[in-house]
């Protein structure tokens, strides 16, 4: 098999763990700005972590021949503090030319606050702006079919934006089709013990095809698994799925949308 992992924190991984996803097929990593697992204290303390997503990880990767892209943001659950979020918003152009930066992400809804949303929209603004690609974190559990259309709603008054440029990530066998059917791409993240199993991740791709679908791990501090994408292909495989129909759904699909920025290539 051959993949790319489109959404990967690995700021919070181990080398090994590189290592372990250039030896199972990976070809690209994608790291979306995220957490750090504590708020941090200061808007300067991002453009220390911007700097680490641009400049240091692409040259751990690339120890192990792998490329590394990011995404940049402040991450939802950051942005409660409307000021301390404008200061990190007017330091986030200075990073959206560089080569290796996709556009912005993963932005979204953590609790579904007013506040939260203000400073989404503050950023699909900045993403209209610069014509960046768009990656949206949508929430958990019993929020995420609200946080989910909040969302969708959101992106409706930016029609600059096209649809097939967001990627709604995150998706769960009730919100998947809401998101499809808007025009967005959906990310399928799989998780040990929350979001999605393989098995499940197996199911929504049987029954809604695998158009403008991608999956990934978004592993990070918590329970999570690097070699999530790899696995879930075995599980398509073993249940009679071609090769060529795992390729594309762990290749050939986030190549597609990746590829739309301009910035992002990889070998066949």
């Known amino acids: 098999m051959r993949y790319i992992e489109p959404h990967a924190h690995m700021v919070s991984r181990t080398t090994d763990d590189y290592e372990r996803m250039a030896l199972a097929g990976c070809r690209a990593v994608c790291e979306p700005a995220f957490w750090a697992g504590f708020d941090r204290s200061s808007p300067e303390a991002f453009r220390d972590y911007f700097l680490q997503l641009t400049d240091y990880e692409p040259r751990r990767a690339a120890k192990h021949g792998l490329k ?91 029609p600059k934006i096209l649809p097939e440029r967001v990627i709604i990530d995150h998706v769960e066998e009730h919100t998947v089709r809401e998101v499809l059917a808007r025009g967005h791409w959906a990310g399928i993240t799989l998780y040990p013990i929350s979001k999605c199993t393989a098995p499940r991740a197996a199911d929504i791709l049987e029954t809604c095809g695998a158009e403008r679908l ?55």
């Open 214 to 268: 991608w999956v990934n791990s978004a592993c990070d501090w918590g329970v999570s698994d690097p070699l999530a994408p790899p696995k879930l292909g075995l599980e398509l495989h073993a249940r009679g799925h071609s090769w060529a129909a795992v390729d594309r759904v762990l290749f050939r699909n986030p190549r597609e949308f990746l590829g739309q920025g301009g910035k992002f290539s990889v070998e066949e």
């Open 68 to 158: 590394h892209y990011s995404w940049i943001c402040l991450n939802p659950k950051e942005s409660e503090d409307a000021g301390f979020a404008r200061e990190v918003l007017k330091i986030m152009p200075e990073f959206l030319d560089k080569p290796n930066v996709l556009g912005i992400g993963e932005i979204g809804l953590n609790k579904n606050t007013r506040t939260e949303l203000a400073i989404f929209e503050k950023h699909l603004a900045l993403a209209e702006k610069h014509n960046a690609l768009v990656l949206v974190h949508t929430p958990h559990l019993e929020d995420k079919l609200k946080g989910t259309r909040l969302i969708l709603d959101a992106l409706r008054n930016f």
